[in-house]
Each structure stands twice: as structure tokens, then as C-alpha cells.
């Protein structure tokens, strides 16, 4: 299992480390108007997940904005942030941040996205920040579990990554 910090202490992550080759276990979250979304609701797409601890952060509102940003320039690509933060933070933040191009949703009811990816942080009930690209078959070829929770992921090797899907 990879090892994560945040704020350089250890954490535990619950839930199997995913690899690039293994395919990607069906999950619900919530949108921003509380329905539920899974894995299966974006078939025969590319995703590529980013996974934040907290909206609301520096880091997780840079990497969230940037990829909306790329988002723009992506066929075939359904980008898709996902936290633990309340629907209701996500819509907020979205709309003060102008973010059309990608989807928001919200682990905090059931934190199955969480167990399921290898990323809910035991501690401090949060998402570790990852990033995951799941081809259009649901299978996943790269993953970035952020060795340091404050630290960015590399965005160009998972924007590569998704360029490269099929």
C-alpha cells in the first residue's frame, strides 16, 4: 500500500490500493443536487477522477480549476471531482469559481468512492488526494495516490493519461 501523510504525519486509508490495469469498482456519490451518480452513469466515457480532500483548500481549488480548465480541451473525456465536502459546499464553490466543464460530487453520505479507490483517510474521514484515469471500458490505466496530501498530483501525467485512453 502506498504511504500518505497529511501535514507529514502517517494516515491510514481504507478500502484496496487500485493499480493501473485493474478495473474500476462501480461506486454512488452524490451530485450537487443530491442525486445519485456512479461510475456506471458515465459508460462508454474516459474519466478522469480527481480526488480532493476539501473543496474549500488552496491546493484542491487550483487542482479543481485546472482541471476544469483542461477539461475544455478533452474528447470523449468526462472529468469528475470528487470530496467529502457537502453537496451544498460543492454547488457553492462551483458557482463562486464559474466550473462548467467538469462534475462535482459529493462521498460524505456513505464514503463508498472512498473505500472503494483505497482513499478514505481512517483519521480524518477525508479523501486522500488521487487521481485516477478509467478508460471507456472502466479500466483504470494510471493512478496517483499524492504521497503528501497537501502536495499537487502531476497534472500532466494524468492529462497525458487521459489523452492516451480510449
Given at each position: ?27 454512488k ?24 480532500p ?10 479543481t ?102
Amino acid at each position: 500500500m502506498t504511504n500518505v501523510t497529511f501535514g507529514e504525519k502517517p494516515v491510514t486509508l481504507l478500502g484496496n490500493e487500485l493499480k493501473a490495469g485493474d478495473y474500476a469498482p462501480d461506486f454512488k456519490a452524490l451530485t450537487n443536487d443530491l442525486e445519485e451518480k456512479s461510475l456506471s452513469d458515465y459508460k462508454g466515457k474516459i474519466k478522469l477522477i480527481s480526488v480532493v480532500p476539501s473543496i474549500d483548500t488552496g491546493v484542491c481549488s487550483i487542482q479543481t480549476n485546472r482541471f476544469n480548465e483542461e477539461a475544455k480541451k478533452l474528447d470523449n473525456v468526462q472529468v469528475v471531482t470528487i470530496s467529502m465536502d457537502l453537496p451544498f459546499a460543492q454547488k457553492r464553490w462551483k458557482e463562486v469559481n464559474q466550473v462548467e466543464s467538469l462534475e462535482m460530487l459529493s462521498d460524505h453520505r456513505d464514503g463508498d468512492f472512498g473505500e472503494k479507490f483505497g482513499v478514505l483517510i481512517k483519521e480524518l474521514r477525508l479523501l486522500a488526494r488521487s487521481i485516477f484515469v478509467v478508460d471507456s471500458n472502466d479500466k483504470i490505466t494510471y493512478v496517483e495516490y499524492v504521497s503528501e496530501v497537501s502536495n499537487h498530483p502531476d497534472y500532466d501525467k494524468a492529462l497525458e493519461a487521459a489523452k492516451q485512453a480510449e
